[in-house]
Every structure is written in structure tokens, then in C-alpha cells.
């Protein structure tokens, strides 16, 4: 028997960091359009060290679980979920509730996330047919307000199921022509992190 041939890149590999691209790139227009800047936070891939408050609010987004299933012997079709979880806090004082404002800054982030992901432009993700069967938001989950003294910390987490054609063949697939960004991902000394030249 033959040897395997050099794997590339697998799409679920692909999807999370297109995932993530998106989203660093479609919330900084998105703050420009507003004029907000709480819109542009660090947005970091498969984080594990915990956050810090100075560092609040900021974004993290996980390869959660896969299924697979009309598997042939040159491909199969794959069911991943993703997790985008977004972490913010705020203080209170006499005049406003921390607890409020926080889970209303992240309740307003993830419905902005959930109306990118499922905006037309997006509906293969950039990446040409038919390697995206489909993309969709299965949920949305808030934990309740963490109190330290003043300040409320709460965490909010947006499902994201995207079926997707793996094959040695397509895994190669480039974007579609008209979706581009200048956003990267970089090492940084908390983990892989999405920067676009806005951020330098």
C-alpha cells in the first residue's frame, strides 16, 4: 500500500479561523458606522488563560464538537459547532447598575455577531460552493452577573453550526472573489489572537 499524502489544512480548521476573521473585521466597520468604540476588542482563538478586568471586554471563540455523517471513501460531510463567548464587566456607582449595563453590552455585541454570521454576504462563510452546505446560530446563553465589590462580570456565549464538505480536494479552497479582509491571526503571549491593520 501507498503512502498518505501530506494532509492540508481541514475545513473545520479553515471555518474557525474564517469565523474569526469575520468577526474582527465586520465589528470594527461596524463601530466606525456607529461611532462605537466598545465595538473593538481583542478577539482571541482557543484562549485558556483566564481574563483580567483591565482586559474587559474581549471575545473568544472555540471549536466546540463535530458529527459527521454521508461519509464515501473521498469524503464526508461535516456538522461543527462553534462557540464565540464574549466576556464584559462594568461598575456601579449611584447613578447606574453595573450588572444591567454589562448584560446589556453583551447582549447588544452578540446579536450584532449573530446578524454578521447570518448576513447573505456570509451565507458559505466567503468560501466558493460546495465546500459550505449550510451556516446557522443555534443559540444564544447568558451566565448571571459575577459580583467583585462594584463591579459586575458577565459572560455570554453565541452557537454557531456550520456543515461543510470535507475532502483532500477542497480543503484547499480559496475565498471567493469580493471577500477580503486585512485581518491576521497572531501569537501573542495570551494566545492566538485576530488583529487587522486598524489595530496595529
Known amino acids: 500500500m ?9 475545513v473545520f ?3 474557525h479561523n474564517r469565523i ?6 465586520e465589528l470594527e466597520k461596524q463601530s466606525l458606522l456607529a461611532a462605537d468604540p466598545s465595538l473593538v476588542f481583542p478577539i482571541f482563538k482557543e484562549r485558556d488563560i483566564p481574563f483580567n478586568d483591565s482586559e474587559l471586554p474581549a471575545m ?3 471549536f466546540d464538537e463535530s458529527e459527521y455523517d454521508m461519509q464515501t471513501q473521498v469524503q464526508h460531510t461535516g456538522d461543527y459547532q462553534y462557540v464565540i ?11 447606574k447598575h453595573g450588572d444591567t449595563l454589562t448584560m446589556n453590552q453583551v447582549q447588544r455585541v452578540l446579536g450584532i455577531c449573530r446578524e454578521i454570521i447570518m448576513n447573505p454576504k456570509y451565507t458559505t462563510l466567503g468560501f466558493p460552493k460546495p465546500l459550505i452546505e449550510n451556516r446557522k446560530v443555534i443559540g444564544m446563553r447568558f451566565g448571571k452577573p459575577v459580583r467583585q ?6 459572560l455570554g456565549r453565541l452557537m454557531v453550526r456550520v456543515k461543510a464538505v470535507e475532502s483532500a480536494q477542497l480543503n484547499t479552497a480559496n475565498l471567493i472573489q469580493g471577500i477580503d479582509t486585512t485581518v491576521f491571526l497572531h501569537e501573542t503571549e495570551l494566545g492566538y489572537q485576530w488583529k487587522s491593520y486598524f489595530m496595529q
Not at 20 to 25: V, Y
Not at 85 to 95: P, R
Not at 149 to 154: G, K, V, Y
Open 13 to 15: 480548521e479553515l471555518i
Open 60 to 62: 473568544n471563540i472555540m
Open 20 to 25: 474569526g476573521e469575520i468577526l474582527t473585521d
Open 85 to 95: 463567548e464574549l466576556v464584559a464587566n462594568g461598575k456601579s456607582d449611584d447613578e
Open 2 to 10: 501507498g503512502e498518505i499524502p501530506l494532509i492540508p489544512t481541514q
Open 149 to 154: 465589590d462594584s463591579s459586575h462580570t458577565i
